[in-house]
């Protein structure tokens, strides 16, 4: 694996990549509110060996080893921005053929990016994402907030992101926790993906509920299924992980194989 700090249009964003499969889709991972390119641990690796294709991993701007953000504010389109800069880097990484693997907030903004960039995404494997705000969503926020406030939290955290933590997690509570984020809703965009979709859900989700998964994939063009875990919570690819797995490579090789 290759990895790089990359200039894409003034943002320096770090990426872990593998290009070594001729003629084969590259599988792009996308990351969480909290997350980073080495929390996602060997998966995109064994994902990459089981299917055969193409790997890329990248921390969003002000994640992990990236360069930090500019401010700690956002806006409610602060996805769909982060969609832009997505296909911004594949672009210039020359990938046309994505197969993007989003969790929870890299999640919607896989589901974004199809919509929007429709010549770009080949597939789109949507794990825990959020479509529109729900008091469950609130509710986990505050709760991590509170954790982040009252254990050791900061620490754990500043082992992948070192001097940024606090930024990201204030990034991430005060835009979810804000009056003005409870109007936010992308359902108007999904009518435009029309690449297939696997949308993932533990059915124990701590920060959205089956409601999620359901409106999403009734209202793409493309073809879409549902893949949900007993039992599990909002990071079905850590706690089962083996059977994400599974599903995740039977997906893409039908996808392939198409």
């Avoid at 989003?102 to 959020?130: F, M, N, Q, R, W």
């Avoid at 992101?161 to 108007?188: A, M, R």
Wanted: aromatic share 10%.
């Amino acid at each position: 694996m290759i990895e790089e700090v990359i200039d894409v249009k003034g943002k320096n964003l770090f990426v872990k990549f593998n290009h070594s499969f001729e003629n084969r889709p590259t599988i792009v991972f996308l990351h969480d509110s909290l997350g980073s390119v080495q929390l996602w641990r060997d998966f995109p690796e064994k994902l990459s060996e089981k299917t055969q294709c193409n790997v890329l991993i990248y921390d969003r701007l002000g994640y992990g080893k990236s360069f930090p953000m500019l401010t700690h504010e956002r806006e409610n389109n602060y996805m769909e921005l982060e969609a832009d800069v997505l296909i911004d880097l594949l672009t210039e990484l020359n990938i046309n053929d994505a197969i993007l693997f989003g969790h929870s907030d890299g999640g919607t903004i896989a589901l974004i990016a199809a919509s929007k960039y429709p010549e770009k995404v080949k597939a789109v494997i949507c794990e825990a994402g959020h479509i529109f705000v729900e008091d469950i969503t609130v509710k986990g926020v505050e709760e991590a907030l509170n954790a982040y406030n009252t254990s050791n939290l900061p620490q754990r955290l500043e082992k992948y992101h070192g001097d940024k933590v606090e930024t990201i997690v204030k990034v991430w509570t005060e835009i979810w926790l804000s009056e003005k984020f409870k109007t936010w809703n992308i359902e108007y965009l999904l009518k435009n993906i029309v690449s297939p979709l696997l949308f993932i859900q533990g059915e124990a989700d701590e920060y959205g509920t089956l409601d999620q998964v359901e409106k999403t994939i009734s209202q793409v063009t493309g073809s879409a299924e549902k893949f949900i875990i007993p039992n599990i919570g909002h990071t079905p690819h850590k706690e089962s992980r083996k059977i994400v797995l599974k599903k995740s490579v039977e997906f893409i090789n039908s996808i392939i194989n198409l």
